[in-house]
């Protein structure tokens, strides 16, 4: 899906107001409620947008231990180590990736001692062969998307009465 500035500033609009109906958005935009919605429904249909639950900061929630895991896994072994890796709290996020390592997994734990069963049970799966971890010490960049949304929006697209940023 190619996205033009109209959706660009929707997904900006949702993100800065989150509890936002689509009658406050169309006002923020200076576009008409029902562009909005049918931009939102054509986000979500398109799996652009992928729900709407509340961004959780993991470290504020009690887990500020997180650490950065590369495993090399036993060939043919990657759906193994999903439902592996799905089993184990810890693992927030899993990524297969190029290079000297097949899987890069982000994981969370409350303390040092729990990094360290999480990464005990890491290893306990059949299919990890090694595992190399590396400590974050701090979130220089948070995840985001938008910044690179815009350099792909369509310039003007959609924007008939949108003020100009």
């Known amino acids: 899906m190619t996205l033009d500035a109209l959706d660009v500033a929707v997904l900006e609009a949702l993100r800065e107001h989150p ?14 409620r029902a562009t909005v919605t049918a931009r939102v429904a054509r986000l979500e249909r398109s ?23 590369t495993l ?13 890796l799905e089993a184990i709290p810890g ?5 297969a990736t190029t290079g000297s390592g097949d899987v890069l997994c982000r994981v969370g734990a409350a303390s040092h001692e729990a990094l ?17 971890s590396v400590v974050a010490l701090s979130e220089l960049v948070p995840r985001r998307t938008l910044p690179l949304l815009r350099t792909g929006a369509a310039p003007d697209a959609g924007r008939s009465r949108m003020p100009r940023a």
């Open 19 to 32: 509890r936002a109906g689509a009658l406050e958005l169309s006002r923020l935009l200076g576009v008409a």
């Open 47 to 69: 799996g652009v947008v992928t729900g709407y639950g509340p961004d959780v900061d993991v470290a504020a929630a009690g887990f500020g231990v997180q650490a950065f895991v």
């Open 72 to 84: 090399e896994i036993a060939q043919g072994a990657i759906e193994a180590v999903r439902a592996d």
């Open 91 to 95: 693992v927030l996020e899993a990524h």
């Open 116 to 132: 360290q069963q999480v990464l005990v049970e890491l290893n306990r799966s059949p299919s990890v062969v090694r595992s190399t």
